[in-house]
């Protein structure tokens, strides 16, 4: 198969990125789901790495939230958003509204450019 074929049917926006963007899922979903379940242990032990174990997952969960996003994670702008308010529950947003990250990621960019444009900072007014 040819490398412009194989291309077409990736799922992932940027090959490079298929081992750690895969890597990141496996272990964010369950390693959050394990975290949330030593939580509820009753064993004082296993309340610290279950803390950071949590910690670390929702901090993983958020940059790939970041990345769908900007519809940088996936090939398709539907994978992307789905994935987005899948992994909405992991850094403890799954209320929030999927347009709002969206708009969000538009305006970083904007906020990124004004900063070239105009220098030093910039506040965006919503």
């Given at each position: 198969?040819?490398?412009?074929?194989?291309?077409?049917?990736?799922?992932?926006?940027?090959?490079?990125g298929?081992?750690?963007?895969?890597?990141?899922?496996?272990?964010?979903?369950?390693?959050?789901?394990?975290?949330?379940?030593?939580?509820?242990?009753?064993?004082?032990?296993?309340?610290?790495?279950?803390?950071?174990?949590?910690?670390?997952?929702?901090?993983?969960?958020?940059?790939?939230?970041?990345?769908?996003?900007?519809?940088?994670?996936?090939?398709?702008?539907?994978?992307?958003?789905?994935?987005?308010?899948?992994?909405?529950?992991?850094?403890?947003?799954?209320?929030?509204?999927?347009?709002?990250?969206?708009i969000?990621g538009?305006?970083?960019?904007?906020?990124?450019?004004?900063?070239?444009?105009?220098?030093?900072?910039?506040?965006?007014?919503?």
């Open positions: 198969m040819s490398d412009a074929v194989t291309a077409k049917k990736a799922i992932w926006r940027d090959p490079k298929r081992l750690p963007n895969t890597i990141a899922l496996i272990y964010a979903v369950p390693g959050h789901l394990l975290g949330l379940r030593l939580l509820v242990e009753s064993s004082a032990l296993l309340v610290i790495p279950a803390l950071l174990l949590t910690a670390r997952t929702m901090v993983i969960g958020a940059y790939l939230v970041h990345e769908c996003g900007h519809m940088t994670l996936f090939r398709s702008k539907k994978i992307n958003a789905r994935m987005a308010e899948i992994l909405l529950w992991l850094p403890g947003g799954a209320s929030a509204e999927k347009c709002r990250i969206f969000e538009i305006l970083d960019h904007l906020e990124a450019r004004l900063r070239v444009v105009f220098g030093g900072a910039c506040h965006v007014i919503s």
